[in-house]
């Protein structure tokens, strides 16, 4: 048997990486208690959540649910996006209504209407850079970005052609006005906690 041969045959039995394969893996790995993970462009992050983090989703959460059913609003659920090796886990998403899963049982992107995410020092980068992109790509109409280390939220609408065309940032203590938005109210942030 040649090289040629060897390689061959071991890729004719390798399995195709694909996000379910990866998430199986994630399945099977001992995920200390307390960690999110997701996988952003086919790389695995596990990161911890906090008392900080928890509070801020929690809060926008509480605050989504005065207009959306509790079966609407969805907090780290995997959620597959265009791109390569896209599973999200959002830390706060608000779906359509009449919103349905695909074929996969996976709630479906053109189904979001908002989504929050809470910056964790390790991850920051995906959410502001690959996960923002991302969002913009799949037509996600409002993105917010809530940092509790620098105490700001950034404001992403308007996507169109893979990008947000509209960005507002302001400080915690100033509102989140998406009454001109499909989400239709405003968000208070006089609460989030800072780190």
């Known amino acids: ?18 996000l379910d394969v990866m998430f199986e893996w994630l399945e099977k790995m001992p995920v200390p208690e307390g960690y999110k993970t997701e996988i952003v462009g086919g790389h695995i992050f596990m990161t911890p959540q906090r008392d900080t983090h928890w509070d801020i989703i929690a809060d926008i959460y509480d605050q989504l649910r005065t207009k959306y059913p509790r079966k609407r609003v969805k ?27 695909d074929d996969k049982g996976h709630w479906r992107p053109a189904d979001v209407e908002f989504v929050a995410e809470v910056v964790s020092r390790s991850t920051a980068g995906n959410d502001y850079g690959p ?4 969002y913009a790509a799949a037509g996600v109409p409002v993105y917010l970005i809530v940092d509790p280390y620098t105490g700001e939220w950034h404001l992403h609408t308007l996507p169109k052609d893979g990008t947000y065309h509209s960005t507002v940032t302001f400080g915690f203590g100033e509102d989140v006005d998406l009454t001109g938005t499909v989400v239709g109210l405003t968000l208070t942030t006089g609460d989030f906690p800072r780190d």
């Open 1 to 18: 048997m040649t090289v040629l041969d060897d390689r061959i045959e071991m890729a004719e039995e390798s399995t195709e990486l694909t």
């Open 75 to 101: 907090s780290d659920v995997r959620m597959d996006y265009p791109g390569h090796l896209n599973g999200f886990t959002s830390d706060v998403v608000a779906l359509t209504e009449g919103a349905e899963r």
């Open 131 to 134: 996960k923002k992109d991302t």
